[in-house]
């Protein structure tokens, strides 16, 4: 399913339907409303595990949503209590009971907020066993894992959790943290990331039956966007630019995220790269974004620069604080900056992992 958080235009959206996409991640009730106006037919997953009941409600009754994400006791009674109909509890509920586990192989933590610890986890599971006609087990890594053991060390947590509790799993989702690929964050092929789910799943104890789910959000879509903004000054190796922290590039302001640069010119600049700092265009000091963004030397005032792999939060975090944030959307046909998912000669070690993981 697609976590509709990381980009909810409606346009990529639209575009993940046509490609096969059916099932959407929604985190809101506005992310519901959306998804359901855009695709009256698709399969909506209310996967925040910490929801209101008026949203769950509607969610249920307007919506058609069966499938709920919680971490606790109170949060399947909640569930319960909102979907009743007719005097009687809903009989078609999947419910994903959000374990906690570790985000050491990802460049953002997703481990304090929310999740059941194992220890802690038997109660709740029952608690939704009791309530749901499908029991499932998710959890998520934290975003841009970069290690294909960080499922394989969240699956040996599930595991513990389902012998603890004792209790039969119908789904187990392994959510999202998917990596892309940025400056200085190269990765493993994703078929690693997925031999190593598929072998720890097949060795579960989980039904028969049992469905095998994932939430990416920025794998799907972080090459779908690029933004391009324009030099307003120069002072030494900092550029001030007309996007920043507020607008398309909170992550590279706020946790040092690097994304490619390319200039762009009618003719191609011929000095060398040195590496450069961006101020964004509101009055505060943190609209900064350290970089390095390696740009060619004679970049001046006036000049354009494409920023890339921003389809992944870049739209979604974007404010119009101190009235910036105001540009034109074109649709573009170019090959994105970066890619994970280019067709290249697959490695000996990414075979042997995938027929292991068949076998």
Same mark, same amino acid.
């Given at each position: 399913m697609y976590a509709v958080k990381a980009n909810p235009s409606p346009d990529l959206i639209r575009t993940l339907w046509d490609?096969?996409?059916?099932?959407?991640?929604?985190?809101?009730i506005a992310e519901v409303r959306l998804v359901r106006g855009l695709l009256p037919a698709a399969t909506l997953c209310f996967m925040h595990p910490v929801k209101p009941a008026e949203a769950i409600a509607e969610a249920y009754h307007v919506h058609?949503?069966?499938t709920f994400s919680l971490d606790s006791v109170d949060e399947v009674e909640k569930i319960v209590a909102a979907t009743v109909t007719n005097g009687r509890p809903a009989a078609d509920l999947t419910l994903c009971v959000r374990l906690r586990v570790s985000s050491a192989h990802a460049k953002l933590s997703l481990a304090a907020k929310f999740g059941v610890g194992v220890d802690e986890a038997a109660p709740v599971l029952h608690a939704a066993r009791q309530a749901a006609d499908a029991l499932?087990?998710?959890?998520? %890594? $934290?975003?841009?894992?970069? =290690?294909?053991?960080?499922?394989g060390d969240a699956m040996a /947590?599930? +595991?513990?959790?389902? #012998?603890?509790?004792?209790?039969?799993?119908?789904?187990?989702? %392994? $959510?999202?943290?998917?990596? =892309?690929?940025?400056?200085?964050?190269?990765?493993?092929? /994703?078929? +690693?990331?997925?031999? #190593?789910?598929?072998?720890?799943?097949?060795?579960?104890?989980?039904?028969?039956?049992?469905?095998?789910?994932?939430?990416?959000?920025?794998?799907?879509?972080?090459?779908?966007?690029?933004?391009? #903004?324009r030099v307003e000054k120069r002072r030494d190796d900092v550029l001030f630019i007309n996007d920043g922290a507020y607008g398309a590039l909170f992550d590279a302001a706020h946790i040092d995220w690097r994304f490619p640069v390319e200039l762009v010119r009618v003719n191609a600049s011929a000095t060398k790269k040195l590496p450069f700092s961006f101020y964004?265009?509101?009055?505060?000091?943190?609209?900064?974004?350290?970089?390095?963004?390696?740009?060619?030397?004679d970049?001046?005032?006036?000049?354009?620069?494409?920023?890339?792999?921003?389809?992944?939060?870049?739209?979604?975090?974007?404010?119009?604080?101190?009235?910036?944030?105001?540009?034109?959307?074109?649709?573009?046909?170019?090959?994105?900056m970066a890619s994970t998912y280019v067709v290249t000669e697959p490695s000996r070690e990414v075979v042997t992992s995938i027929r292991e993981a068949r076998s």
């Open positions: 490609s096969g996409i059916t099932t959407y991640d929604v985190a809101s058609g949503v069966r499932g087990i998710a959890f998520h %890594v $934290g975003s841009q894992a970069m =290690s294909p053991q960080a499922y /947590l599930v +595991r513990a959790a389902i #012998v603890k509790a004792g209790v039969t799993i119908d789904v187990v989702d %392994v $959510g999202g943290g998917f990596p =892309s690929v940025y400056p200085g964050m190269e990765t493993a092929p /994703l078929e +690693r990331y997925f031999a #190593v789910i598929h072998r720890a799943f097949e060795d579960l104890p989980v039904s028969y039956s049992a469905e095998l789910w994932c939430e990416p959000g920025r794998a799907l879509s972080a090459e779908y966007a690029s933004i391009l #903004v964004g265009p509101t009055c505060d000091d943190m609209d900064f974004m350290r970089g390095p963004f390696m740009l060619p030397a970049v001046q005032v006036g000049d354009y620069i494409e920023i890339g792999m921003l389809g992944a939060y870049g739209c979604a975090m974007r404010t119009t604080f101190n009235g910036f944030g105001n540009g034109d959307t074109v649709v573009a046909t170019d090959e994105p």
